[in-house]
């Protein structure tokens, strides 16, 4: 190993790891070495006494494994398009409702309404905390049409005074 740590990846550290358990090497010698190479790259003491931990019970991968029964934490674009339609068709949905059409928990969709969504429940229905880029572009034409037949009407009637 060189003192330059650029392209030196998990898995091949963990392999490096897996090298000097193999050699007899305790986790405190482990560490010094790859600390001496890799400087401020090196992983922490816990890190490679864990994985040496790991190597002791026979269980050689260096490979992260899927963990099971793990949540979804990833928002994907599609996730959120499928929840702000269940918004729209029903104003009165629950997230909870939600979560059950989708599969998912119902803190993620919880999460995506109020962040990517930034809706929020009022009276029981979902609105948005602010107007997004559309909503702002038609706010002013529309604003400026309230504004001129408001100053017809107003015209109409200081007239007749």
Same mark, same amino acid.
């Given at each position: 190993?060189?003192?330059?740590?650029?392209?030196?990846?998990?898995?091949?550290?963990?392999?490096?790891?897996?090298?000097?358990?193999?050699?007899?090497?305790?986790?405190?010698?482990?560490?010094?070495?790859?600390?001496?190479?890799?400087?401020?790259?090196?992983?922490?003491?816990?890190?490679?006494?864990?994985?040496?931990?790991?190597?002791?019970?026979?269980?050689?991968?260096?490979?992260?494994?899927?963990?099971?029964?793990?949540?979804?934490?990833?928002?994907? =674009? %599609?996730?959120?398009?499928? #929840?702000?339609?269940?918004? &729209?068709?029903? !104003?009165?949905? +629950? *997230? @909870?409702?939600?979560?059950?059409?989708?599969?998912?928990? =119902? %803190?993620?969709?919880?999460? #995506?309404?109020?962040?990517? &969504?930034?809706? !929020?429940?009022? +009276? *029981? @229905?979902?609105?948005?905390?602010?107007?997004?880029?559309?909503?702002?572009?038609?706010?002013?034409?529309?604003?400026?049409?309230?504004?001129?037949?408001?100053?017809?009407?107003?015209?109409?009637?200081?007239?007749?005074?």
């Amino acid at each position: 190993m060189s003192g330059d740590a650029r392209g030196f990846n998990i898995m091949e550290t963990r392999a490096v790891i897996n090298f000097f358990f193999l050699q007899g090497k305790a986790p405190k010698e482990i560490h010094a070495i790859l600390t001496e190479r890799l400087g401020e790259h090196a992983p922490s003491y816990a890190t490679v006494k864990r994985w040496v931990t790991q190597f002791k019970r026979s269980d050689f991968s260096t490979c992260v494994a899927p963990r099971p029964g793990r949540p979804k934490t990833v928002t994907t =674009p %599609e996730i959120t398009e499928q #929840i702000h339609e269940l918004i &729209l068709v029903d !104003r009165r949905i +629950s *997230a @909870k409702s939600i979560a059950e059409q989708l599969g998912i928990s =119902p %803190e993620r969709v919880g999460s #995506i309404i109020h962040e990517h &969504l930034d809706t !929020r429940n009022l +009276s *029981a @229905k979902w609105v948005p905390k602010r107007l997004n880029a559309d909503q702002k572009r038609q706010w002013c034409p529309s604003s400026e049409q309230s504004l001129e037949f408001f100053g017809a009407i107003q015209m109409i009637f200081c007239r007749d005074l």
